[in-house]
């Protein structure tokens, strides 16, 4: 009796281990084939070199703690009294690219010494609210600054980001002791304005490699945007925000970013004149070449999307309604996909302010902004022209794809390759 009874146990207690092997087997299987799906990179059809990286993985999936195992590694270490402060500097007239890189590198910074992040968008008393546009991602680097009469300088051992701010880190006695050797940063907005060197990789940061295990110069900028922002909930009960990201995450759709720059913004009245409106439909035609060159090579010949979206972003109001007017619901020129018509999209009706000629921003026109540039790199691939390092940062965000329109060419940017295109 006893030997049958021990015998039913065994055969229930292996019962129990297979049938926990097999649900975590599944739910392996599961997670990996979503991963393959999801991530998997796109090919080009032709003999052309592949066309696309695969979209960057959400924060807290497997895929971003594959490309981003410094940022939870640096996470769970115990934080020191210091606090660095990311923004844009006073007196500076730079804009979002700026800001974002900035934000980079403080983040690097901070992780490298345990220091607490805190972000805002410049300290120079401007009302901008940060919290209305981006929420943290974790609750491990809670970054809000929530009181607007919060000083960093009334503060012990709190440091805000300047081109010093390596420098100041460096010669505290109280951080050498945590961190003896504290490796140079990249600036991300400085490094895409020499593009052969970064495409080429022509960067040596081992020891910051060393100092935040995993850190890859390539991924770095885009593991830390997705590690610190995500869209506020504010932004998303805008019905026009919230339909445009279902739109551009749809897998459905093959999305194409276009940008076009055009100085409009940086103009002091900020006034399109009926000349100027002239130009820039003329500036734009590369722009959209590219695209519908793009458009029937990708959408045609891989037979993975149901639509095509185009995105229309640019610093001139007048412009990107002008594509939505003139592109939207036209036939796609394909030989394969019938009678199909293409959606062209923008943000909200904004002044499209992605420069900062004033030193005051209004909240607005930063929220507006920073959106665009987030917005941009909801795609599968990205094409601009005019802007040296809006695109290119919008475009490093997800590791997307980016050409910058010429005439009669897409030339190859970040993570692209270069074509001619056909008369």
Known sequence: MKIRLLVIIGIAIIGISLSQFFFVYRISSRFRLELDRNYESEKHVSSVKPLATPRFPLYGTFGFDHFCPWVSKALKREKTNCTLVGQLPYDSTEGVSAWVSNVVETQLLA??????????????????????????????ENWSIHSKSWDCQRNLLCFQMDSSLSFQL????????????????????????????????????????????????????????????????????????????????????????????????????????????????????????????????????????????????????????????????????????????????????????HSRPQNQPLSKDVADALLDWYLLGECNIMIYRGSISFGRMAALRTMRPLYEAGSNTCKRDLFGYSHTLPN
């Open 170 to 353: 460096r010669h505290q006695s109280s951080l050498e002791r945590i961190l003896p050797t504290l490796a140079q940063v990249p600036s991300y907005r400085s490094e895409v304005m020499t593009m052969s060197e970064f495409y080429r990789g022509k960067h040596n940061f081992n020891q910051l490699s060393e100092n935040l295990p995993g850190f890859e110069f390539g991924a770095g900028f885009a593991c830390s945007i997705q590690s610190l922002f995500q869209v506020s909930p504010s932004q998303l009960k805008k019905t026009q925000i919230a339909r445009v990201l279902s739109i551009l995450r749809d897998p459905h759709n093959l999305v194409i970013s276009l940008y076009i720059r055009t100085g409009v913004a940086d103009q002091k009245h900020n006034v399109e004149t009926l000349e100027q409106q002239v130009v820039y439909k003329e500036v734009s035609q590369d722009v959209i070449a590219c695209a519908l060159y793009h458009e029937k090579l990708l959408y045609e010949n891989s037979g993975r999307y149901d639509r095509v979206v185009w995105l229309a972003i640019s610093d001139s109001p007048f412009l990107k309604q002008w594509i939505v007017n003139t592109y939207n619901k036209k036939p796609i020129k394909n030989n394969n996909v019938g009678n199909k018509q293409r959606q062209v999209i923008t943000t909200t009706a904004t002044r499209s302010r």
């Open 111 to 140: 992780r490298q010494t345990n220091c607490k992040l805190l972000i805002r968008y410049t300290n120079d008393g401007s009302t901008v609210d940060m919290d209305h546009i981006f929420m943290p991602v974790s609750k491990y």
